[in-house]
Structures are given as C-alpha cells and as structure tokens.
C-alpha cells in the first residue's frame, strides 16, 4: 500500500518560513521522481518543484530563489523548504510520486501565509 504523508504545513506571517516534509510508504522512494504541486480552491493545481531520480530539479517562476526542493532516499522523505513567504503561497501542499506509469498523491497539507 503505497502512502504519502505531508507535514510541517500551517500558518506563517508574510516573509517568514515554513519546511515541508512527504514521508513516503510502499514504493522504492529512491527511483520514483518527487514533486510538489499546490491548489487553491476553485483554481487548478500547479507544479511547485520537482526533482527526478537523476538530473535537475526544476521550480516555477513563482517560487525559484525562495523555495528548495531536496529528498532523502534513506529516510524515504522529500522536502521543500519554503523562505520568504508571501501570502499568494496560501494553498494547500500536495506531495507527488511519479515512475512510469505510477502517479501517487499525498492528501495535502495546508499552508497559510497571513497577518
């Protein structure tokens, strides 16, 4: 049974931090490219960052200089640490893991960046 478990979500003023963390049951973490992706309601899900087994991890615009993606294949877990925060960054945080034709999904994990 393949499980994908988010944490380290929840609210942050504008400019602070928050670290993401996808602890990650019933695959072979280390071959399987990680992403992360977010949502707000009523608007379709879009990529964050992800980052392959091999190669470069790659960012949107959005976040590039203010987000890192990084894994650790022996803890089965991917991160995304998040600097800088603004409050168009409020969404909630879905981890992802892709092999072939494998596509799974975590449940999500609510980040809010407010005043």
């Known amino acids: 049974q393949v499980q994908l478990v988010e944490s380290g979500g929840g609210l942050v003023q504008p400019g602070g931090s928050l670290r993401l963390s996808c602890a990650a049951s019933?695959?072979?973490?280390?071959?399987?490219?990680m992403g992360w992706y977010r949502q707000v309601s009523g608007k379709q899900r879009e990529l964050v960052a992800t980052?392959?087994?091999?190669?470069?991890?790659n960012y949107a615009d959005s976040v590039k200089g203010r987000f890192t993606i990084s894994r650790d294949n022996a803890k089965n877990t991917l991160y995304l640490q998040m600097n800088s925060l603004k409050s168009e960054d409020t969404a909630v945080y879905y981890c992802?893991?892709?092999?072939?034709?494998?596509?799974?999904w975590g449940q999500g994990t609510q980040v809010t960046v407010s005043s």
């Open positions: 980052m392959p087994r091999v190669g470069n991890t």
């Open positions: 992802n893991a892709r092999y072939v034709t494998d596509d799974y």
């Open positions: 019933g695959i072979i973490f280390r071959f399987y490219t």
